[in-house]
């Protein structure tokens, strides 16, 4: 795979395979509805027991930032999962915290050293982030975590 590419999939993150896929998580950690209800049902008990040992860690995972677990019995080797803000109209500063989604799951896997990591799209589901604008979030974070990555190595 080409360094620093995004593709843009439409699919089942599920199947992916990738050295991580994302789950927007809720804060308990325990698995919902949605996305993060089909990762728990795919990867199986592993996904759950290492979030529960992170719950009795440090109690949850508070909005905007992320943590990681095996991938159970998916394709993919980890879990990175981040807490999505609820959409209250994007005065309550959903932006950012949408944007420290992006930037924190990128910073654990590259703290992990993983490669390639498959994104949904976080809070446009039950959490009501239009997706147009949850796009615009998303692309420009990544972009930017590229860009100074770049930087970085040069």
């Not at 593709?7 to 950690?29: C, H, P, R």
């Not at 080797?77 to 949408?98: A, S």
């Amino acid at each position: 795979m080409t360094p620093n590419r995004i593709q843009l999939i439409q699919g089942d993150i599920t199947k992916i395979t990738a050295d991580a896929i994302v789950n927007a998580a809720n804060s308990s950690l325990l698995g919902g509805g949605g996305v993060d209800g089909a990762i728990h049902r795919a990867g199986g008990p592993a996904i759950l027991e290492e979030c529960q040992r992170i719950r009795a860690r440090q109690g949850g995972c508070p909005t905007g930032e992320a943590v990681i677990t095996t991938g159970g019995n998916l394709p993919a080797k980890h879990v990175i999962h981040t807490v999505g803000p609820v959409w209250n109209g994007g005065h309550q500063g959903e932006p950012d915290l949408l944007a420290r989604c992006y930037h924190n799951s990128l910073a654990l896997a590259r703290a992990h050293g993983l490669k390639t990591v498959a994104f949904p799209n976080i809070s446009t589901g039950v959490y009501g982030y239009p997706k147009d604008q949850a796009a615009q979030v998303a692309v420009h974070t990544v972009l930017g975590f590229l860009g100074s990555m770049n930087c970085r190595s040069r």
